[in-house]
């Protein structure tokens, strides 16, 4: 016998459709690539949604064909995330760190229709115009006021206001199958070109569910929300579908990532949650430092990425009063996979138990299973102290890539994700390392990971980096890169006996090199392919 209730598709524009209808009078707020602050309200993101949507189709876009962007993150954007997915197209967001020759194999991969982009990135934009064919007509996403002159892209270049005002928003989002591709994002592709992850209107809402509830990001009509992870990047951890769904203040970013204009958009909008990568919150956590000051609202932050070393964590929380919610996840998983919220009987545990819990990627959020395999795929016991590859599956992991042309990554039904992990017998994760990034030396494996957070305990560090540097006698050892504090004096051997009783003697580093900065990737990520092709051979040469 079958239940006897409506089923109704899970689609997109139904978030936006509900955000008009019970939060219209939420306010959404972005600093533009123009420079000032722009403010409107839930109401009328859905109106201009809709104008997009009448003015894609008389571009004629048609449904599953791609849309890029090339875009921070701000209220034409986000209009665009509803407008072309609600439409029944798909939304495909750029990544503009990525090197120019990737980013046109993947607007040509992908056989974007159009792309629309923020004004910060013209220049990428006539760097990419002559390499691809697909793409006939660039959108900058400015008023006429704004626009570009005297350029010659050899295509058409439309402006994003005059697309809005020049159409209605009479428009009714279509009755789409909740299967049908929603949104497409590439991976890094720190080896080998990237890959697209296509989502689906029903992983996308699956995902939005999960990720609102109380021990996942725990979001709320009484949050206001500060995504600054990218919008390009993996939707922006699903925060844009989020705000939505619970309707939230949104507060937007735009181009300025650096301390102190975030530290003044938190303040100026009272914002009591944000989203980030290490790397990021570092520059803002200077930035307060050095002027002695405080979040009088913020009441926490989602850090993911990355690995979040306990020393932030001990600032955020002991000097800010503001709780760090580790999280982690993957372009492959929407990106949503676990986050560290604690069990009824963790909260009362000794600090220094918490702090070691906290560093901990988490336990899945409903919807995601998971386990760690040996060598042999043989499952391993949760315990705490098995260490594996981490393979997961769930209602929005991928697959497949997007195309066809790799090998589909399942094993058994399992998506093996590349991380190295640990899981406890209370079902939380511990990333170890990224398979590629495990130091295997003389047969054993040592965790960078471990080696960074010990770095970071000490005063005089910044930025710590570990890597696996070829060695004559023991195949691969460890080899620490340090960013040294502004002032601080920290020798080489000062840190290496920091070391010592911190972790056992043959995971300890060999040396210690000093740098004056890393390589991020576009969300904030370490580079680390980057220095090991730099560094990799140090113990060779020395």
Not at 253 to 265: C, M, N, T
Not at 277 to 282: E, G, L
Not at 486 to 498: I, M, N
């Amino acid at each position: 016998m079958q239940g006897l209730m409506m089923q109704q598709p899970l689609l997109i524009a139904s978030l936006l459709t509900h955000a008009e209808r019970h939060h219209g009078g939420q306010e959404i707020v972005s600093r533009r690539v123009e420079g000032d602050i722009h403010r409107y309200r839930y109401r009328d993101l859905a109106q201009r949604a809709r104008r997009m949507a009448n003015a894609l189709a008389s571009l004629g876009i048609q449904p599953g064909e791609r849309v890029g962007t090339l875009a921070w993150n701000g209220y034409r954007h986000m209009e665009l995330y509803f407008a072309v997915s609600g439409a029944g197209s798909v939304l495909h967001t750029l990544n503009p760190r990525l090197h120019v020759d990737q980013l046109a194999y993947i607007i040509e991969h992908a056989q974007d229709r159009v792309v629309f982009f923020d004004l910060t990135f013209l220049p990428l934009i006539q760097s990419v115009a002559p390499r691809v064919k697909s793409p006939k007509i660039f959108v900058a996403m400015t008023d006429r006021a704004h626009m570009p002159r005297d350029l010659d892209l050899a295509t058409t270049l439309l402006c994003y206001e005059d697309l809005v005002d020049g159409h209605s928003d009479a428009f009714d989002w279509p009755l789409l199958d909740e299967n049908s591709a929603s949104s497409l994002c590439y991976t890094s592709g720190t080896t080998g070109n990237p890959k697209g992850v296509l989502y689906s209107h029903r992983s996308t809402l699956l995902h939005t569910y999960a990720a609102a509830l109380p021990d996942s990001l725990n979001c709320s009509a009484r949050d206001v929300i500060f995504p600054v992870v990218p919008m390009f990047h993996v939707n922006a951890w699903g925060l844009p579908y989020i705000a939505c769904m619970v309707g939230a203040k949104l507060v937007f970013p735009g181009p300025a990532l650096d301390g102190k204009s975030l530290h003044e958009l938190i303040e100026d909008e009272q914002v009591t949650l944000s989203t980030g990568v290490p790397t990021v919150w570092q520059g803002l956590l200077a930035h307060v430092d050095a002027i002695a000051g405080s979040f009088s609202s913020m009441q926490r932050t989602i850090i993911g990425g990355a690995p979040c070393p306990t020393a932030m964590t001990t600032v955020f929380q002991e000097r800010h009063r503001v709780d760090v919610v580790h999280a982690w996840g993957m372009t492959e998983l929407s990106p949503v996979g676990t986050v560290c919220s604690f069990k009824a009987h963790q909260a009362s545990l000794p600090v220094e138990e918490r702090y070691a819990l906290q560093a901990k990627q988490g336990r899945p959020v409903f919807g995601i299973d998971m386990k760690i395999v040996d060598l042999d795929g043989n499952a391993l016991p949760w315990d705490g102290a098995a260490t594996g590859d981490l393979l997961v599956r769930g209602h929005w992991v991928t697959r497949e890539y997007f195309g066809g042309d790799d090998t589909p990554p399942l094993r058994d039904g399992w998506f093996p994700t590349g991380d190295v992990a640990r899981i406890d017998p209370d079902g939380f994760m511990q990333i170890t390392d990224r398979s590629k990034d495990v130091i295997k030396s003389g047969g054993e494996w040592i965790s960078s990971t471990d080696i960074e957070n010990v770095a970071y305990l000490h005063p005089g560090v910044a930025t710590a980096v570990c890597i696996a540097a070829r060695h004559p006698k023991w195949d691969e050892r460890p080899l620490l890169l340090i960013v040294k504090k502004p002032g601080s004096a920290l020798a080489a051997g000062e840190l290496l006996a920091f070391f010592d009783d911190r972790v056992a003697r043959w995971w300890k580093p060999d040396a210690v090199v000093f740098v004056d900065s890393v390589p991020l990737g576009a969300t904030g990520k370490i580079l680390k392919n980057q220095l090991r092709d730099q560094f990799g051979g140090h113990y060779l040469s020395a």
